[in-house]
């Protein structure tokens, strides 16, 4: 069965980096897009980023856009997320995606 599995969240002091990563099993992954969620308490799930199955194209929420990049890995079917100089506002669970399925989130904080 599709399973995504996100691993790199954590706690990280604001203008710090983190590189989620999530892979994927049960389809293949090659054909799909990809993207990153995700939601901070009391919020609604939101769009971070988006990955063609290629990875020739890319799109970004204007809150992350020049700072955050997606990527992908079609040989070891890993999609990616590298954030740097992260807010406090940025802090939320991050999810995986592709059309039907979900991971279960990664926790990302970034306090002082």
């Known amino acids: 069965q599709v399973q995504l599995v996100e691993s790199g969240g954590g706690l990280v002091q604001p203008g710090g980096s983190l590189r989620l990563s999530c892979a994927a099993s049960g389809f293949t992954f090659s054909n799909y897009w990809m993207k990153w969620y995700r939601q901070a308490p009391g919020k609604e799930r939101e769009l971070v980023a988006g990955?063609?199955?290629?990875?020739?194209?890319?799109n970004y929420a204007d809150s992350v856009k020049d700072r955050f990049t997606i990527s992908r890995d079609n040989f070891k079917n890993t999609v990616y997320l590298q954030m740097r100089s992260l807010k406090p506002e940025d802090t939320a669970v991050y999810y995986c995606?592709?059309?039907?399925?979900w991971g279960q989130g990664t926790q990302v904080t970034v306090s002082s």
């Open positions: 995606n592709r059309a039907g399925a």
């Open positions: 990955i063609s199955s290629t990875g020739g194209n890319t």
